[in-house]
């Protein structure tokens, strides 16, 4: 059993920063991978930002130069550091990572999502 547990969602102002976080947690052996994934009402989900074991990072076009993702390997966190915050980054965001369980297979887990709303 492995859980993800996201918090720092909220609701700020254009321009503003947020930060949110992701832990993991349970029969983990290794989180191979970590990453933020975004679902606005009627779009498709889509990535934010992913990062590696090894610290490898990927961004979505949307947020390049704007967020930025880090890890705590030690403690299996992920965090999203999310700059200058625009209205159409108003989304359901969801923590996603890929874990080697200490049962010995591979799956991929999903967070319970956070909201985040930018508005004025």
């Known amino acids: 059993q492995v859980r993800l547990v996201e918090s720092g969602g909220g609701l700020v102002q254009p321009g503003e920063s947020l930060i949110v976080s992701c832990a993991a947690s349970?029969?983990?052996?290794?989180?191979?991978?970590m990453g933020w994934y975004r679902q606005a009402p009627g779009k498709e989900r889509e990535l934010v930002a992913g990062?590696?074991?090894?610290?490898?990072?990927d961004y979505g076009d949307s947020v390049k130069g704007r967020f930025s993702i880090s890890r705590d390997n030690a403690n299996n966190t992920a965090y999203l550091q999310m700059d200058a915050l625009r209205p159409d980054d108003t989304a359901v965001y969801y923590c996603?990572?890929?874990?080697?369980?200490?049962?010995?297979?591979?799956?991929?887990?999903w967070g319970q999502g956070t909201q985040v709303t930018v508005s004025s």
């Open positions: 996603r990572a890929v874990v080697y369980t200490t049962l010995g297979y591979t799956r991929v887990y």
């Open positions: 349970g029969d983990i052996a290794s989180v191979n991978a």
């Open positions: 990062i590696t074991l090894g610290g490898s990072i």
